[in-house]
C-alpha cells in the first residue's frame, strides 16, 4: 500500500477511493531491480500506468557520467490492483507481545553475510540482548556457522515490548530475509529496527525520514 501524506510532494489521485490509499501485488524481487539504481539518483517518479497490463512505472533520474547532465531510467514493474471489496484482507495482522526490539546492523552487510549463508542452509537463527548484540547463525549436518554483531542501539521501548527476559531468538527462511535486505535499494541512509517475538515471528522496520516499511516473517518450525 502507498499513501500520500509523507512520501510525495506532489500528487494526483484518480479513482473510486479517496483516502490516497493504493493497495497492488508486485514482485519484491522485481520492484528491488527496478530500484537498483536509485541510490545515486537525483530525483525518482513512481505512477500507475497501463502498457500490455498494469504496471508501476519507476522513473529515476542518475547523473551522466560526466557530471553535467541526468539521465532518465524508466523501469515498468508488473502489478495487480487489489480491488477495493478485498481490502480488509491485507490489514496489518495482530503482534502479540514483543520480546526484543534492537537495530539491526547496515543492511548491505546483512545482506551480504546471508547470501553466504544461504550457501549452507535455508534457515537462519536471529538472537538479541538488550546489551546490544546480535547473534546471526545458519546450521548444517556439517557445520554449524555464527556471527556476532556488538554494541548495536536499541530503540525506546513502549508498552508493547516485555523486557523481562535477557534475550530472544527465532528461526526464519532465510531467502525471506534476504528480501528485507534488498530494502537498501529504497534508501541508502536508511535504519531497520528488528523485533523478536521469541519463538513465533520477527517484524522489521525500515526506517528513512517520514517513511516506514514494515515486514512481518512468521517463525520457521525445526
Same mark, same amino acid.
Given at each position: 500500500?502507498?499513501?500520500?501524506?509523507?512520501?510525495?510532494?506532489?500528487?494526483?489521485?484518480?479513482?473510486?477511493?479517496?483516502?490516497?490509499?493504493?493497495?497492488?501485488?508486485?514482485?519484491?524481487?522485481?520492484?528491488?531491480?527496478?530500484?537498483?539504481?536509485?541510490?545515486?539518483?537525483?530525483?525518482?517518479?513512481?505512477?500507475?500506468?497501463?502498457?500490455?497490463?498494469?504496471?508501476?512505472?519507476?522513473?529515476?533520474?542518475?547523473?551522466?557520467?560526466?557530471?553535467?547532465?541526468?539521465?532518465?531510467?524508466?523501469?515498468? @514493474?508488473? =502489478?495487480?490492483?487489489?480491488? #477495493?471489496?478485498?481490502? &480488509?484482507?491485507?490489514?496489518?495482522?495482530?503482534?502479540?507481545? %514483543?520480546?526484543?526490539?534492537?537495530?539491526?546492523?547496515?543492511?548491505?552487510?546483512?545482506?551480504?553475510?546471508?547470501?553466504?549463508?544461504?550457501?549452507?542452509?535455508?534457515?537462519?537463527?536471529?538472537?538479541?540482548?538488550?546489551?546490544?548484540?546480535?547473534?546471526?547463525?545458519?546450521?548444517?549436518?556439517?557445520?554449524?556457522?555464527?556471527?556476532?554483531?556488538?554494541?548495536?542501539?536499541?530503540?525506546?521501548?513502549?508498552?508493547?515490548?516485555?523486557?523481562?527476559?535477557?534475550?530472544?531468538?527465532?528461526? @526464519?527462511? =532465510?531467502?525471506?530475509?534476504? #528480501?528485507?535486505?534488498? &530494502?537498501?535499494?529504497?534508501?541508502?541512509?536508511?535504519?531497520? %529496527?528488528?523485533?523478536?517475538?521469541?519463538?513465533?515471528?520477527?517484524?522489521?522496520?525500515?526506517?528513512?525520514?517520514?517513511?516506514?516499511?514494515?515486514?512481518?516473517?512468521?517463525?520457521?518450525?525445526?
Amino acid at each position: 500500500s502507498s499513501g500520500i501524506n509523507a512520501e510525495y510532494g506532489e500528487y494526483r489521485i484518480e479513482g473510486k477511493d479517496r483516502t490516497g490509499m493504493i493497495l497492488m501485488n508486485i514482485s519484491p524481487d522485481n520492484l528491488a531491480k527496478a530500484l537498483s539504481n536509485a541510490a545515486n539518483a537525483t530525483s525518482m517518479k513512481m505512477r500507475l500506468t497501463k502498457k500490455q497490463v498494469a504496471c508501476l512505472s519507476v522513473e529515476i533520474a542518475v547523473p551522466t557520467t560526466d557530471g553535467n547532465g541526468q539521465r532518465i531510467v524508466t523501469q515498468d @514493474v508488473p =502489478i495487480s490492483l487489489v480491488p #477495493l471489496i478485498h481490502w &480488509s484482507e491485507f490489514e496489518d495482522p495482530g503482534m502479540p507481545e %514483543i520480546h526484543m526490539s534492537i537495530y539491526f546492523p547496515p543492511l548491505r552487510r546483512l545482506k551480504n553475510l546471508l547470501e553466504r549463508m544461504r550457501n549452507l542452509s535455508n534457515l537462519v537463527t536471529i538472537q538479541a540482548t538488550w546489551s546490544g548484540e546480535m547473534t546471526v547463525s545458519v546450521r548444517s549436518d556439517l557445520v554449524t556457522t555464527k556471527t556476532y554483531f556488538i554494541e548495536l542501539d536499541t530503540p525506546d521501548t513502549d508498552d508493547g515490548v516485555d523486557m523481562t527476559r535477557a534475550s530472544a531468538e527465532v528461526t @526464519v527462511d =532465510i531467502k525471506k530475509l534476504l #528480501l528485507f535486505g534488498q &530494502s537498501q535499494y529504497l534508501a541508502a541512509s536508511s535504519r531497520s %529496527i528488528c523485533n523478536i517475538v521469541h519463538g513465533r515471528s520477527l517484524q522489521l522496520f525500515l526506517l528513512q525520514d517520514d517513511v516506514k516499511l514494515q515486514y512481518y516473517l512468521p517463525a520457521v518450525d525445526l
